[in-house]
């Protein structure tokens, strides 16, 4: 049973453009969430996280929107820069950190 | 500066071989754990420890076992490794086991079974 989906597996965007990454959860109850960022060949590492009393959490270019309603959350990249192609997975503390599926990230020059 | 180090970043290995893989952390954690990525399901966990000698399986431990003798020191074995054990495996710890705090990853071992 998958609690955590990212339903889209890739996404290209030109540079400078906004890159949005969806994640979507089953479990109400969840009520803190993170994002990793992982390059090929390297571990992943954590971006930016939210806690469900907010809905909004900020971090330079990267912004996190949780919509407890729809138990959706996205990851706004403004601008996307080559080097954020990557892979970018949503998370949440399960007992222990469970994760989605992974979006490959491609920003185009 | 944090860091989970990984013994090998490739190995091959022929089925039915008994395969080690080594994890070593710097940062005097309590917890660690064991994930593999495969393309299309993401991280998955195989195995954690909350302290030395305490394991708990995660949400795909079949064909895995793991050791902790020493803090900073996590081991995965395949006891008798299957082709479909042939994925990236990777390390990782954390303070926190709630998971509230971010885990620290190593850089993975890209493992292919034969």
């Known amino acids: 049973d998958q609690q955590v989906k990212q339903n889209s597996p890739s996404l290209s965007v030109q540079e400078g453009r906004i890159s949005i990454l969806n994640c979507d959860y089953t479990?109400?109850?969840?009520?803190?969430f993170l994002w990793y960022k992982k390059y090929p060949a390297e571990g992943p590492t954590f971006l930016i996280s939210?806690?469900?009393?907010?809905d909004k959490n900020e971090d330079g270019r990267f912004t996190v929107f949780l919509n407890k309603s729809a138990k959706h959350l996205s990851l706004h990249i403004v601008p996307s820069q080559p080097g954020d192609s990557a892979v970018y997975f949503c998370?949440?503390?399960?007992?222990?950190?469970?994760f989605g599926q992974g979006t490959i990230l491609t920003v185009h020059p | 500066d944090v860091k989970v180090t990984q013994s090998s970043r490739y190995l091959v290995k022929r089925t039915g071989e008994k395969v080690f893989l080594e994890c070593v952390q710097d940062?005097?954690?309590?917890?660690m754990f064991w994930y593999r990525q495969d393309p299309g399901l993401g991280l998955r966990l195989i195995y954690f420890s909350y302290d030395v000698k305490m394991k708990e399986k995660g949400d795909i431990p079949e064909g895995y076992s793991v050791s902790r003798e020493k803090k900073e020191r996590f081991s995965l074995i395949l006891e008798s490794a299957s082709t479909n054990q042939t994925s990236m495996y990777l390390c990782?710890?954390?303070?926190?086991?709630?998971?509230?705090?971010?885990?620290?990853f190593g850089n993975g071992t890209r493992l292919t079974v034969t």
């Open positions: 479990n109400s109850m969840f009520d803190y």
């Open positions: 998370a949440v503390p399960r007992g222990k950190l469970t």
């Open positions: 990782a710890s954390s303070s926190n086991l709630i998971g509230n705090s971010p885990l620290h």
């Open positions: 939210i806690s469900s009393i907010k």
């Open positions: 940062m005097d954690h309590e917890n």
